[in-house]
């Protein structure tokens, strides 16, 4: 069942145009999705370089900035590199270097812990395509 419908909601999927973001959103915990994703970039041979716990820290620190706003059940983001992806890409325009390492990011909302949004920053220019076809393809892995 899970297939079917993160199939069906992957493909329905659109960039947010104004943000530069590409996210699907998947009928499964924050729990679950982030232990897919971190499996997904794992089993293609790529090293997570940096795990920020960022709805951890805006929890925990939501008091202290005067706050009483819960944002997140559950938000995380994966920073990692691909060697080969990156030089494809550096090759093409050095300044691309603006854009490593990737990430992508998990996470769910207080009034929906049962749905998780998964995604990736859309990487402008056509070299850039390359890294954000990676990172489809890691999403479409970690949602099927």
Request: hydrophobic letters at 45%; proline letters at 6%; one cysteine or more.
């Amino acid at each position: 069942m899970r297939s079917f419908l993160t199939t069906t909601m992957f493909l329905l999927a659109t960039p947010l145009a104004a943000q530069n973001i590409m996210s699907v959103t998947v009928p499964e915990t924050v729990d679950d999705m982030e232990f897919a994703v971190e499996s997904a970039i794992i089993d293609m041979g790529l090293t997570i370089d940096f795990v920020s716990y960022t709805g951890d820290m805006l929890s925990r620190t939501m008091a202290d900035v005067g706050s009483d706003v819960e944002l997140y059940s559950g938000a995380t983001l994966y920073n990692f590199c691909s060697a080969k992806v990156s030089r494809q890409v550096l090759e093409a325009d050095p300044t691309n270097i603006a854009f490593c390492p990737y990430t992508i990011f998990v996470y769910s909302l207080p009034d929906s812990p049962e749905e998780t949004v998964i995604g990736h920053q859309i990487y402008p220019g056509d070299s850039m395509a390359p890294a954000n076809a990676l990172l489809d393809e890691i999403i479409a892995n970690a949602t099927q």
